[in-house]
């Protein structure tokens, strides 16, 4: 997994404590249709105190952490727009409206903002790191490698850039390089978790797996509720044969996020793997209410059904995982047994 830092500095005018009121405000201030400048190429002046006020909450909005997706790419896109900033508060803004378009997966964008960043402050690392992100999201991992390098080049303490490079190095197989990564961003910074998840799923692909069961255990202990986690050490014990450990790590992702497939599909699986036919079914009812296009729950639903001895119940689920993925083998094989057609 990998992360973009979505402000290098927060202004101070903006407190937490302020952050609801300065979100209301903006929602007018931006409404307010843009004052032309009295001379182009960014003066960083505006025409009368009504632009200046909308531009100094756009600035704040665009910086701050704590603003939404959208409240940030206004208060950019208004700040560029305006041409107010110059240099590297230029170049800031055009990053964190990048990290919007990150997000919102529109690339070509993203690309465009963050290049014209750099240009404007190339010894400026976020916006490096968070360029080498949208390669690595494109699966572009040696492109982003190239720009994670050039970060933490330019800092040398850049926990995130080591982050980053670790999860494309990962995504690479080149696990040691990914571990020395995760290492390095955990040397910097103890409680840097994400890190700790990259480096437990890195052991895990490395089939290393009490090494990664330490990482998720030790992100647990500190971040309960964390799901994802917790699914991925149930995958884990699974992998490990240890049904029961893994069921019990499925059953607190049900109960955290009820309406969530994956919970429900994982424990189903462990359910049919302990030969327990008419829970998985129920757990797999569960998983296709909440994801019905998921082929794998059809497939093991009607594996379930057909050891209850529902076979027309088995049938129609294996006809809906082919609907879903034509290329399914094993649903393929069992409505050939079981229909007795070639």
């Not at 400026?124 to 360029?131: I, M």
């Not at 040691?176 to 799923?201: P, Q, T, V």
Request: glycine residues 6%; charged residues 30%.
């Amino acid at each position: 997994m990998i992360a973009a830092v979505s402000s290098l500095r927060a202004s101070p005018a903006l407190a937490p404590a302020l952050a609801p009121a300065l979100a209301a405000l903006a929602l007018v201030l931006l409404a307010i249709p843009a004052k032309a400048e009295d001379k182009p190429g960014g003066s960083g002046k505006t025409s009368d105190k009504t632009s200046a006020v909308e531009i100094n909450v756009a600035r704040d909005l665009c910086r701050n952490m704590s603003s939404s997706l959208d409240m940030r790419f206004e208060g950019c896109d208004t700040i560029i727009r305006e041409n107010t900033e110059q240099g590297h508060d230029l170049a800031m803004a055009l990053r964190n409206r990048g990290h919007v378009f990150t997000e919102r997966r529109e690339f070509e964008k993203a690309l465009n903002d963050l290049d014209r960043a750099i240009a404007l402050s190339p010894d400026y690392a976020c916006a490096r790191s968070n360029r080498g992100r949208v390669f690595s999201l494109q699966k572009q991992y040696d492109k982003a490698i190239e720009n994670y390098n050039e970060a933490i080049r330019i800092e040398p303490d850049f926990m995130l850039g080591y982050n980053n490079r670790g999860d494309a190095y990962k995504n690479l197989g080149q696990h040691d390089r990914a571990l020395a990564d995760f290492n390095k961003a955990i040397e910097l910074k103890s409680d840097f978790l994400l890190a700790w998840d990259n480096r437990g799923e890195t052991y895990h692909r490395m089939r290393q797996f009490d090494k990664a069961i330490a990482d998720y255990s030790h992100i647990l202990e500190i971040a309960p509720g964390a799901y994802n986690v917790l699914l991925r050490r149930g995958n884990v014990w699974r992998d490990m044969e240890q049904l029961d450990k893994a069921e019990d790590d499925y059953a607190r992702v049900i109960k955290l996020i009820p309406n969530d497939a994956r919970g429900w599909r994982n424990r189903g699986l462990i359910r049919m793997m302990k030969g327990d036919a008419k829970k998985a079914v129920a757990d797999y009812n569960e998983a296709i209410k909440f994801d019905p296009n998921d082929a794998y729950s059809f497939n093991n639903r009607g594996f379930g059904k057909r050891k209850l001895g529902d076979n027309k119940g088995a049938m129609d689920d294996f006809r809906a995982a082919l609907k879903l993925n034509p290329g399914l083998e094993t649903a393929t094989r069992s409505l050939r047994e079981l229909s007795g057609k070639p």
